[in-house]
C-alpha cells in the first residue's frame, strides 16, 4: 500500500521564523546601539581629544630659538656675535627616501660629501617627526633658488636662525670658547625644549655659561592646509633671547700679551689683584673657533690633531708644571707665618746641601754658594740652600697646610669648565700615585721646597698666588664674567663674587717677601735684565721646570736639548709694586730659564696696561738671561741637573714712581 504522503507543520514553521527574526532583529538593535554608543563615545566622551587632533592636523606649532647671549670685553667690544642665517632642514616621515630627497635637492644647493654623510647619518636614527639639518649656512642664492622649488620638496624647509661668530678668532679661543651643534647628548639634557636649539656651548665661557647664554625658546602657531602648506600665521609667542656677558677681559691687553709671546708657545695669565678680575689669559698655540660652529671639516680637524703643539690644549687652566723657583715666595711666607723662620734668620749657602747619612747633595745655582742668606737674598738670590734647610723644618704636613692656604693643590674656581687642581705634593698623594717609587722620604720634601718633585700647578694657580701677595694677604678667586644683563636695554649687573679667604695675616711677614721680590728686578737678584727704562716698580720671581734629569754629577746647558725637552721658563710678578693693579704669571715651553724668556713677557704686558704701550726687549737681554739663577732647573737634585754660574746684577737703581697706576 502506497505510504502517505507527510504534510508540513505551517504553525511550526511561523513560530520558527518569528523566533528567528527576533534573534535577528534583536542583534540588529545590538548592533545599533554599538554603533551609537560608539559615537557618543566619539561625539561626546571624546570631543575634546579629537577636537585637539583635529585641530593639530590644521595648526602646526613651529618652535622660536632665542637669540643667544652676546659676548663683550671690558670696553664693550665684541667677542661673540650673533649673524642672521638659513638652514635646510628636512623632517623624514614628510620629506621620504634621504637618498632621493639628495638627489632631487643636488639642482637646489651645493652639499659636499662630509654634508652628505652627516645628513644620511642623522636622518637614519632621528625621530620621524623630529626636523633634521641638511645644510647649515645655507648661501643667499641658495635660499633664493629653494624658495622658487619649494613645491618639490614636501617635508623640507628654509628656517631662519642667528649663527654665533667669533670676530676674535684665534685670539680668545681658549677663554670664550665656541658652539657646535647639538647632539642627541645635548638633546636629551635638553628635554623637550631642546628642539628649539641648532647649537650648544662646547667649550670656554660658551659652555660654562651655556644656561644663560641661551635664553628661552618661543613658537609660532601656523594654520596650514591638507598638504601641510602654511597657510597664514595666527599667533606668536616670543622667544625670551639670552643673557649679555661683559667680561673682565681686555682685548688689546690680550692682543699685547700674544704679541709679547711672538713664536713662543706657553700661556700666560694676569688677573687684578684687587678683585680677582682676569685682565688677560692665552694658550698658546691657539685655533680659530669660527671652524666648529657648523661642524669643522675632516681635514682642519686633522690637522689640528696631528699639531704636536695641541692648539685646543688649554694651558692655563688644563696643563700644570712644576712651579720651580717661583713657588719660593709663597714657601717663605709660610716659613714665616708659620713662626719656623723669622725674616732676619739666616741660612748658609755653600753650595752644595747634604741629607745626612747622603753622599749625594743638592746643589745651588752657585758652586761656590751663596753664603748666609736671610729670607730677602734667598727669593731675590733664588737660593735653593735655604729652601732646602726651611722644607725640612717645616715638614711636608706643614708646607702642605700653608700652601694650600695660598690656592695650591685644589681648583681655583674659575668659571670655565674642567680646570684641575694640580698637585701639592704629599705623602699620601704619592701612595695613592706613586706608590711604586715607595714611602715619603726626606729627600721629597727637600725637594718639594725648591717646587720640584710631583709638583704640577697650572699658571692659574701661579696668578692667584701672586695676586693674594700683593693684596696683602688675600686670595681671590680668579673670574673673568664681570657682569650680565638680560637684554640689550637693560642695565649690567654685577656678577656677585666669591668672598675672598685669608691667606697671610702678617703685614710684616708679606713685606718682608715683597722686597725680595722687588729685588729680584731692581736688585741684584735673577730679572735685571727686564729693569731696562723701566718708570714703575715691579716686584716678581723667576723659575725654571725640568722636563728632563741628568744622570750622574754632570753639567747640562738646556739650551742644547730638543726643544720640546727644554725646561719650562716661569715668571711671576705684580706691578706697580707699590700700588699693585695687575699680577701676572707666565709659562714658556721650551723657555729655559725664566728671566730670559718668561720675565720679558711680563714686561711688556706691564708696559701695555700701565703704560698702553709695548716696549723693544732690551739688547743686553740675552747676556743677562745667561746668569739667570733660578737653581732649581740646576740643582743637583736625585735626578737633576746642575750647574750655570754667575753675577746675579748690579746694585738696585732708584725707581720714578708709578704714575700710571691710576689708569686701570
Known amino acids: 500500500m502506497r505510504r502517505a504522503r507527510q504534510l508540513k507543520d505551517h504553525a511550526v514553521e511561523a513560530d ?65 656675535d650673533n649673524v642672521a642665517a638659513w638652514r635646510l632642514d628636512a623632517v623624514p616621515e614628510r620629506a621620504g627616501n634621504a637618498e632621493a630627497l639628495l638627489a632631487k635637492l643636488q639642482s637646489v644647493v651645493v652639499l659636499d660629501d662630509e654634508q652628505r654623510s652627516r645628513f644620511l647619518r642623522d636622518y637614519r636614527n632621528s625621530r620621524p617627526f623630529k626636523p633634521v639639518t641638511i645644510k647649515l649656512r645655507v648661501s643667499d642664492d641658495e635660499a633664493a633658488r629653494f624658495a622658487v622649488d619649494r613645491w618639490r620638496f614636501p617635508g623640507v624647509e628654509l628656517v631662519p636662525y642667528l649663527g654665533r661668530v667669533y670676530p676674535q678668532g684665534a685670539l680668545f679661543a681658549h677663554v670664550v670658547g665656541y658652539v657646535g651643534r647639538i647632539d642627541e647628548k645635548d638633546q636629551a639634557a635638553l628635554g623637550d625644549a631642546g628642539g628649539a636649539y641648532s647649537h ?295 656678577v656677585e663674587l666669591v668672598p675672598p679667604t685669608r691667606g697671610s695675616d702678617s703685614a710684616a711677614h708679606l713685606q718682608a717677601v715683597r722686597e725680595g721680590m722687588i729685588a729680584t728686578v731692581h736688585g741684584p737678584g735673577t730679572a735685571t735684565n727686564i729693569r731696562h727704562g723701566l718708570t714703575y716698580l715691579i716686584a716678581g720671581k723667576t723659575g725654571t721646570a725640568q722636563v728632563v734629569s741628568r744622570r750622574g754629577s754632570a753639567a747640562m746647558n738646556p739650551r742644547s736639548l730638543p726643544m720640546h725637552l727644554r725646561h719650562r721658563g716661569l715668571f711671576i710678578a705684580y706691578a706697580p709694586a707699590d700700588a699693585p693693579t695687575i699680577a701676572i704669571a707666565v709659562a714658556i715651553e721650551g723657555g729655559g730659564y725664566g728671566a730670559s724668556s718668561a720675565a720679558p713677557v711680563a714686561r711688556k704686558v706691564f708696559d701695555a696696561w700701565l703704560l698702553g704701550k709695548a716696549v723693544a726687549p732690551p739688547p743686553q737681554q740675552e747676556q743677562a738671561a745667561a746668569i739667570d739663577a733660578n737653581a732649581d732647573a740646576q740643582a743637583a737634585l736625585p735626578p737633576d741637573f746642575s750647574g750655570v754660574q754667575g753675577s746675579p746684577g748690579a746694585a738696585m737703581p732708584a725707581a720714578a714712581p708709578a704714575t700710571a697706576a691710576s689708569r686701570r
Open 16 to 80: 520558527l521564523f518569528r523566533r528567528r527574526a527576533l534573534v535577528g532583529f534583536l542583534l540588529v538593535l545590538l548592533a545599533l546601539g554599538g554603533l551609537a554608543a560608539w559615537y557618543f563615545r566619539l561625539q561626546v566622551i571624546q570631543h575634546a581629544e579629537f577636537a585637539t587632533r583635529s585641530e593639530a592636523n590644521r595648526l602646526r606649532l613651529v618652535p622660536v630659538a632665542p637669540a643667544r647671549g652676546l659676548i663683550y670685553d671690558r670696553k664693550g667690544r665684541l667677542l661673540a
Open 200 to 494: 650648544t656651548g662646547k667649550t670656554g665661557l660658551e659652555r660654562y655659561y651655556e644656561a644663560q647664554l641661551r635664553g628661552k625658546p618661543g613658537f609660532r602657531r601656523l594654520e596650514t592646509n591638507v598638504d601641510g602648506r602654511t597657510v597664514r600665521a595666527l599667533d606668536t609667542v616670543p622667544a625670551t633671547p639670552g643673557t649679555d656677558l661683559r667680561l673682565s677681559i681686555d682685548i688689546d691687553l690680550q692682543r699685547a700679551m700674544v704679541d709679547a709671546f711672538a713664536e713662543l708657545e706657553g700661556t700666560a695669565v694676569a688677573v687684578d689683584p684687587r678683585s680677582g678680575e682676569i685682565l688677560a689669559m692665552v694658550s698658546l698655540p691657539s685655533y680659530d673657533p669660527n671652524l666648529f660652529v657648523n661642524g669643522i671639516s675632516h681635514a682642519d680637524y686633522q690637522a689640528l690633531n696631528d699639531n704636536p703643539s695641541r692648539p685646543q690644549f688649554n694651558r692655563a687652566v688644563l696643563g700644570g708644571v712644576a712651579p720651580g723657583s717661583t713657588i719660593k715666595p709663597m714657601l717663605a711666607l709660610a716659613g714665616l707665618d708659620s713662626g719656623v723662620r723669622r725674616a732676619e734668620d739666616k741660612t748658609l749657602s755653600t753650595g752644595m746641601f747634604y741629607l745626612g747619612g747622603q753622599r749625594r747633595g743638592y746643589g745651588d745655582s752657585h758652586r761656590g754658594g751663596h753664603g748666609w742668606t736671610d729670607v730677602r737674598k734667598s727669593i731675590y738670590e733664588s737660593v735653593n740652600t735655604y729652601y732646602y734647610r726651611l722644607a725640612l723644618d717645616m715638614g711636608i704636613a706643614r708646607i702642605d697646610e700653608y700652601l694650600g692656604r695660598y690656592g695650591f693643590g685644589k681648583p681655583t674656581g674659575v668659571d670655565l669648565s674642567g680646570e684641575i687642581g694640580g698637585i701639592l705634593p704629599s705623602p699620601e698623594w704619592k701612595a695613592a700615585n706613586a706608590s711604586k717609587q715607595g714611602k715619603w722620604y726626606p729627600g721629597d720634601t727637600v725637594i718639594t721646597g725648591i717646587g720640584q718633585g710631583f709638583w704640577k700647578a697650572t699658571t692659574l694657580q701661579l696668578a692667584q698666588a701672586t695676586a693674594m701677595l700683593a693684596n696683602n694677604g688675600w686670595v681671590r678667586r680668579p673670574h673673568l664674567v664681570k657682569d650680565m644683563r638680560a637684554d640689550f636695554a637693560a642695565a649690567w649687573m654685577p
